[in-house]
């Protein structure tokens, strides 16, 4: 079965400062993986997703993520946060067979502070 | 440009009440899927429908029941509402068929459901 595990409930930072979220997954088969934002009371918006290719996925807003296979991660990074980037963060796995069914951990609240 | 509309936005039922949550999309996507969203939980799929006239149970079903009227409509009911069903229920559609693998899917604004 799969799973996604994201490993830190909320990560608070300063502005301008850098920021990683950490998403480890667990899968016998192959995965397309996913990450999406959460702003206080929206829906979910997605940032960006990894389906094959280059392991280094860029997405908006200036967010990036590494594919690592070896390490089944997929942790999202940003250079410089900014306030409008406090929100939840979710990540996501689908996989082949799966009727595109995601899967997701159980968040990762980002605090920037000022 | 909808995308995934959902209908209410909040909700407060008693105990035993019954209710269907709409969920409707206009990007002609054959998959739709309702979640559930609860503190600490991230989001939980309750059902699923892959394609229209077809419906599954997802990881969380049991309360719940579901059913595609359309390609365009899923519904999702609570026929005796329970405080642990107190959560914000979410829609979600998706690119077309299963060969099409690791397409995004599309979310609503959600449900606020309060039981009590």
């Known amino acids: 079965a799969q799973s996604v595990t994201q490993l830190d409930s909320q990560v608070p930072v300063f502005e301008e400062a850098p920021v990683e979220l950490r998403c480890n997954y667990s899968?016998?088969?192959?995965?397309?993986l996913f990450w999406y934002v959460q702003y206080p009371n929206q829906g979910l918006q997605l940032l960006l997703k990894?389906?094959?290719?280059?392991?280094l996925v860029k997405g908006i807003n200036g967010f990036e993520a590494e594919f690592n296979k070896s390490q089944t991660s997929f942790h999202l990074r940003k250079p410089s946060v900014h306030i409008s980037d406090t929100a939840e963060y979710f990540c996501?796995?689908?996989?082949?067979?799966?009727?595109?069914?995601?899967?997701f951990g159980a968040g990762t609240r980002l605090a920037v502070h000022p | 440009n909808a995308g995934v509309t959902q209908t209410p936005k909040f909700q407060v039922l008693k105990t035993g009440q019954s209710m269907t949550l709409q969920c409707a999309q206009d990007?002609?996507?054959?998959?739709m899927y309702w979640y559930r969203q609860d503190p600490g939980m991230g989001l939980r799929l309750i059902y699923y429908?892959?394609?229209?006239?077809?419906?599954d149970k997802g990881e969380v079903p049991n309360g719940y029941n579901v059913s595609r009227l359309n390609k365009r409509e899923f519904s999702l009911r609570l026929e005796s509402a329970a405080p642990s069903q107190t959560s914000v229920y979410f829609c979600a559609s998706s690119e077309p068929r299963d060969r099409v693998v690791g397409t995004e899917a599309f979310f609503g604004q959600g449900t606020r459901l309060t039981v009590v």
């Open positions: 899968s016998s088969v192959s995965v397309y």
């Open positions: 996501a796995v689908s996989f082949s067979g799966g009727y595109n069914k995601l899967i």
């Open positions: 429908s892959a394609s229209e006239g077809t419906t």
């Open positions: 990007m002609n996507h054959n998959s």
């Open positions: 990894y389906l094959s290719g280059s392991t």
